[in-house]
């Protein structure tokens, strides 16, 4: 399906930050690659910015940096307005309200996705990476810390919501508007 259509099909008239809301393996780059794929627009990863960053010589990735880093690529999509997916843990409130500015300050649209996962789900997912390493693998110290850490979005922040057993290309055009 050509661009045009799939934009108007989805209503989408100004560029918009889709925020990406989940625990560690509840889907989230699986998902924001489809949008970003349907939608046409650009994908930034926090993940993968970090992976891209170390191999720089003489740098050291920090949350604090490779997040700026992030928002960086953000902005340039948003001041140029198209759309773009920040596919982040967005775990806590103030991480999605600094989004949600950031958005808000280039004259964009935004929403967040919560991927809802439960928590055994993602165990279960991690446990099964640890065998066949399908994908980059978080540390125990990490991984334990996005669980205890994690705060559901609230329905104050109007999150779309997709469960895994729902059908992505169904689920976008009921929820993405």
């Avoid at 918009?16 to 949008?35: D, E, N, R, W, Y």
Wanted: aromatic share 10%.
């Amino acid at each position: 399906m050509c661009l045009f259509l799939l934009i108007s099909r989805y209503n989408i008239s100004m560029a918009v930050l889709f925020i990406m809301s989940g625990l560690p393996f509840s889907g989230k780059s699986t998902l924001s690659k489809q949008i970003s794929q349907s939608f046409g627009i650009k994908h930034i990863s926090f993940d993968e910015v970090w992976i891209e960053s170390e191999k720089i010589i003489n740098f050291v990735p920090t949350w604090e940096n490779i997040s700026q880093k992030c928002e960086d690529l953000v902005v340039e999509e948003l001041q140029n307005n198209r759309g773009v997916i920040y596919d982040n843990l967005g775990d806590r409130p103030e991480h999605r309200d600094k989004m949600r500015q950031l958005a808000k300050n280039n004259n964009a649209d935004f929403k967040i996705i919560y991927i809802n996962v439960s928590r055994s789900e993602v165990i279960a997912r991690r446990q099964e990476n640890l065998k066949l390493q399908s994908r980059a693998q978080v540390s125990d110290e990490n991984f334990n810390n996005a669980l205890n850490s994690f705060e559901i979005p609230t329905p104050s922040e109007n999150p779309i919501i997709f469960t895994p057993n729902q059908n992505v290309e169904e689920w976008m055009l009921k929820s993405i508007k």
